[in-house]
């Protein structure tokens, strides 16, 4: 805790959210944010001083009038604030949940310290006020009206990938009446939330009620499907579509190209994780879709998808149980970690153990091929990177072993390319990534809009969500001009 | 995606092998030889990997082959016509490279031998010489041999206790074959220590020679990582860099290991479900 001392003209401490016990949720995949009850929410939306120049709305991506939802809240017109919120971004409880807040909006908070790496403690929780909101609006069932443009209703626009830029565009284009279908390759819709974001930070039920409102409105949701494999873009073309958005995520695991990486245990953390989300292997032998769990399991990274991992493994082991062994092994400190701060402490407060400094160099395996050890090296911090952390340096002569059956490799993720492979008009950048103008998001190929981590990599569902408005109002624009 | 026709090509001593026709006109459209579908037979089912071993754009249908071994392919072997399946997505991974190569040897092991079919006959299509060399356990286990009869210019049979054709391994024949003159292209697909022996006998006689790894996958399209393989010291992923790679410079050791990463929980599953 900070100390209590009078920063302008705020008083009162924060108010923490409710969570599930750390012990009791270590054992299952339920929700670990309760959030706040609606006497927790007023109190800490009576702490905003409603600035005159609001800060936080220029570190939201999407620029949700912060400051006006939250006087709304305070003014027990919860309607109004969800409004507000849903001007910019469709699915509040989903951004409640999963948004860095402490990167972000609360970071730009007058609260928050300047120069600051992150949102200080003191920082109004707009996040959490985002998804009382939020989470109003879908017990409430209060739906955005759809202004059904007459002059766009002839037109049919595809979108590719159910993810976060996919689910926002679909809905966009919708509501003005533009019949819309939506591929997933995957069996069920929802990208990177279904198989990446573990249902123990965001319920599925919260995502089926925003992939239903889409449903609502109209939209296809065409699952099983491949686009570039069953169909080019051509086709869709050639079909009646008149404009496509591509939310082809980065969903291609980095490894990192040390020994013994394909030793039989040694997971991406995707292949991990969706087995886990996407397939429910922690219910296995229920659900069919096996996963292996280590007695000590080492995950490596600094980000979410690290943290997400590492406290899954963890649950896993104590529903089978097995004595909770799960250590985060990262290259720098915690401070330049990428994850959200609050997944840190969460995984903290359920025992996942954090190895820091320290790089991970062979995996050794035993005569069935199985990961056995990792051997490490101690690091150390040297000057800045392009990215503006610290870069890490290894000392040399400091390799030590440690126990490891099993790990999973959480270092990043790149461009899906399945579709860009087979279209090579598709200008892609070295990433593999989609070159978009950026003022209407429109490909290289007319007609064609791309939004999400497939656009500059891997960043934040609601920055995807941006990214999707902007292409979502270009493509209507453009259809209007037709 | 429902089932439309179903039959079982061989059920003796425990191994049954089936033959599925699914409706499925997008992929039916696009498939070529080669490729596969993944699918999942309930909601709580998983997702296998199987070869579209024929695709009939005017029906709108694929088939496919399977052997029951595990969980999924034994509930996939109890499914009827009218049945649909949870999931099937494709048409996935890479096609075969079809053109004239002049001679072209075929080895099929098992239910391999399925996914030979589609690419003997484009290869004959294609104008080439085909050699098929077919083994199985026993005559009773043998699939598709007329199928593949038709579509060859010579065909060879190798089962284990002889009751058909030579007995002995498909190995050996290929090895007699390619003693006997030049061919262009080896093409090997079935169970991993044949496809290995086939690389180990075709590297004698420096021949090209390519298999289709049956690795585990999850999603299938390129985003777990599951069915890694080291081809040429590089790791690829099976489902969307192959299934094919060039047979001699696969990592069999690793691949071999690899592939048994679920056994324990295979058989645990089986057994619960007493299937």
């Known amino acids: ?482 | 995606m429902k089932i439309l026709k179903k039959e079982i090509l061989a059920d003796i001593a425990g191994t049954k092998v089936v033959k599925l026709e699914v409706s499925s006109p997008d992929i039916a459209k696009k498939a070529q030889p080669g490729q596969f579908i993944a699918l999942m037979v309930s909601d709580k089912g998983e997702r296998i990997p199987l070869t579209i071993v024929d695709a009939d754009k005017v029906s709108g249908t694929i088939t496919l082959i399977l052997q029951e071994a595990g969980l999924t392919t034994r509930l996939l072997g109890k499914m009827s016509p009218g049945d649909s399946l949870y999931a099937l997505v494709g048409p996935l991974g890479h096609a075969t490279e079809i053109k004239k190569y002049g001679k072209v040897v075929l080895v099929g092991g098992g239910v391999g031998i399925a996914e030979i079919y589609p690419v003997a006959k484009a290869l004959k299509a294609a104008g080439n010489h085909v050699t098929t060399i077919l083994g199985a356990r026993t005559k009773d286990l043998l699939i598709l041999e007329k199928e593949l009869k038709a579509v060859s210019d010579e065909l060879l049979i190798a089962t284990d206790d002889g009751s058909c054709g030579r007995k002995g391994f498909t190995t050996d024949i290929l090895d007699e074959t390619l003693n006997k003159g030049v061919c262009a292209l080896v093409y090997s697909v079935g169970p991993i220590p044949m496809m290995r022996r086939s690389a180990a006998v075709t590297s004698n006689y420096k021949v090209k020679t390519i298999v289709s790894l049956n690795a585990v996958m999850v999603d299938a399209t390129g985003m777990c990582g599951c069915c890694r393989v080291t081809v040429g010291g590089k790791t690829l992923f099976s489902c969307v860099d192959g299934p094919e790679f060039d047979a001699h410079q696969i990592d069999w050791d690793e691949f071999v290991k690899r592939n048994r990463i679920y056994e324990d929980k295979e058989k645990h599953v089986c057994n619960l479900n007493k299937l």
């Open chain 1, 1 to 482: 805790m900070q100390p209590k001392q009078a920063v302008g003209p705020m008083k009162k401490e924060p108010v923490k959210v409710r969570e599930q016990d750390a012990l009791k949720r270590a054992a299952s995949f339920d929700e670990v944010v309760l959030g706040y009850n609606e006497e927790e929410a007023l109190r800490e939306a009576v702490r905003c001083t409603q600035c005159k120049n609001p800060a936080c709305i220029a570190g939201c991506p999407v620029g949700i009038d912060i400051k006006k939802f939250i006087k709304e809240m305070t003014e027990k017109d919860y309607k109004g604030a969800y409004f507000t919120i849903r001007e910019k971004n469709d699915f509040p409880s989903i951004c409640g949940r999963v948004c860095p807040a402490e990167y972000q909006c609360r970071k730009t908070c007058v609260f928050t310290k300047k120069g600051a790496p992150y949102a200080s403690e003191q920082a109004i929780n707009i996040h959490f006020l985002e998804r009382f909101v939020g989470d109003y609006g879908m017990k409430n069932d209060l739906q955005i009206p759809s202004t059904k443009n007459p002059r766009l209703s002839k037109y049919k626009v595809a979108v590719v990938g159910s993810g976060p830029a996919g689910v926002c565009c679909a809905g966009e284009l919708a509501r003005q009446g533009i019949k819309v279908v939506v591929f997933e390759a995957l069996h069920k819709p929802g990208g990177v939330l279904r198989y990446g974001i573990p249902p123990f930070r965001l319920p599925r039920d919260i995502m089926d009620f925003e992939l239903d409102y889409l449903k609502k409105l109209g939209v296809e949701i065409v699952t099983n499907y491949i686009v570039g494999k069953a169909k080019g873009l051509d086709e869709l073309f050639k079909e009646g579509f008149s404009a496509v958005f591509l939310g082809l995520g980065a969903g291609v695991p980095s490894f990192l190209g040390i020994k013994g990486e394909n030793l039989c245990n040694v997971y991406s953390a995707n292949e991990f994780l969706t087995r886990v989300n996407l397939m429910s292997a922690y219910k296995f032998p229920e659900y069919h879709t096996p996963v292996n769990i280590g007695k000590a399991v080492v995950v490596i990274g600094g980000g979410n998808t690290a943290m997400d991992a590492a406290r899954a493994a963890l649950r896993i082991q104590k529903m089978n149980a097995m004595a909770s062994n799960t250590t985060i092994m990262y290259r720098r400190t915690e401070v330049e970690m990428p994850a959200r701060r609050l997944e840190i402490e969460h995984a903290k407060e359920e025992g996942v153990k954090f190895r820091l400094l320290v790089q991970p160099g062979e995996f050794i395996g035993d005569e069935n091929g199985f990961v056995k050890k990792l051997r490490c090296l101690e690091c150390k911090l040297g000057e800045p990177d392009s990215s503006g952390r610290r870069r890490p340096v290894a000392i040399s002569g400091s390799d030590f072993e440690v126990d490891c059956d099993m790990a999973v490799i959480a270092v990043g993720l790149a461009a899906n390319q399945v579709l860009t492979r087979v279209t090579p008009q598709l200008k892609t950048d070295k990433y593999s990534d989609v070159i978009v103008d950026q003022n209407t998001m429109e490909t290289s190929v007319d007609s064609v809009y791309a939004g999400g981590d497939i656009v500059g990599g891997e960043g934040t569902v609601i920055e995807a969500m941006g990214m999707a408005k902007k292409a979502a109002a270009a493509i209507i624009e453009r259809l209007l001009r037709q």
